[in-house]
């Protein structure tokens, strides 16, 4: 079955199984979509795209950054170790030294790792009372900061103080 609808510049035909198949006036057949949606597609993808890519510059950025705090709280936790050695060899335990791209890798190229020294004295025993025994620590703080100032890691660790004349 074949009917036609005809309007002022093309010609719709319906062929047997419903299916709209368009004619211009000349009687060309003519299927498929038009320039118009061929364009509301593209503009429809494109922006799924962009979606999709700012979605990975976004994780890669959260990737890097973790990966960079991951990085300095090992070099913060190398420099706190190398302190407490310090300390148990009646060494001065404060450093400041910046990283390279060989002892802190790329991503920690420039940044600066530094070791705070405190002497404090705690009490351990029931409530901290007069009978309580009395143990000299140090206060090791290490921090890791940027080029900028910005602090990347903070660590700290308390040290007991060997007594004066303890074996080596």
């Known amino acids: 079955m074949i009917t036609t609808t005809t309007s002022l510049h093309q010609e719709r035909v319906c062929i047997g199984n419903g299916r709209m198949v368009r004619a211009n006036r000349a009687g060309a057949m003519r299927s498929g979509l038009t320039l118009v949606e061929v364009l509301v597609a593209a503009v429809i993808l494109s922006v799924a795209a962009l979606a999709a890519l700012e979605l990975l510059a976004a994780t890669?950025?959260?990737?890097?950054a973790a990966r960079r705090q991951a990085m300095a709280s090992i070099e913060a936790e190398r420099a706190l170790a190398e302190a407490a050695v310090a300390v148990h060899e009646f060494r001065s335990p404060t450093l400041r030294r910046t990283l390279d791209a060989e002892t802190g890798g790329e991503t920690l190229a420039s940044c600066t790792v530094e070791i705070r020294a405190t002497r404090e004295t705690r009490a351990l025993g029931a409530d901290g009372n007069a009978n309580a025994f009395r143990l000299p620590v140090m206060r090791l703080v290490a921090e890791v900061?940027?080029?900028?100032?910005?602090s990347i890691a903070l660590l700290e660790r308390l040290t007991p103080i060997p007594a004066e004349g303890a074996s080596r």
């Not at 890669?60 to 890097?64: E, F, G, H, Q, R």
């Open 145 to 150: 900061t940027d080029t900028n100032g910005d």
């Open 60 to 64: 890669d950025s959260a990737s890097l």
